[in-house]
């Protein structure tokens, strides 16, 4: 018997903030912005709150010449993961600024803004 989807209103809600990396020479990958930004939210929020959380890193919509980025992240914790960005200051060794340019519920208005 195939189990029945849940309803859009029982759905858990998602946010999709769009971040820009201040560095003095651009970064290498995207794999370790990832690794920071994870790091970090593990820092925060501990296990059960990352699992929560669920912030999901968008690898296909990182631009490594403007690093500009989206992450998708649960609505509830939209405001958690600002704080996280801007205490993440470490990537590869190299210092960095994390500032987040915008936060949508709609990924193509997220895409707009980066």
């Known amino acids: 018997m195939k189990t029945k989807p849940l309803l859009p209103s029982l759905r858990e809600k998602k946010r999709y903030l769009v971040f820009q990396i201040l ?3 651009p970064l290498k990958s995207s794999e370790s912005v990832i690794k920071s930004i ?7 929020f501990g296990e059960l709150g990352f699992a929560k959380a669920a912030p999901m890193f968008l690898k296909d919509k990182y631009n490594p010449k403007s690093q500009k ?3 998708k992240i649960n609505n509830k914790y939209i405001n958690h993961l600002k704080a996280i960005l801007t205490l993440v200051n470490k990537v590869d060794k190299q210092d960095v600024i994390i500032s987040s340019l915008g936060v949508s519920g709609i990924l193509k208005k997220a895409e707009k803004i980066i």
Not at 38 to 44: D, E, N
């Open 69 to 71: 980025g989206i992450i």
């Open 38 to 44: 994870y790091s970090g939210c593990l820092k925060f």
């Open 23 to 25: 560095s003095r020479s």
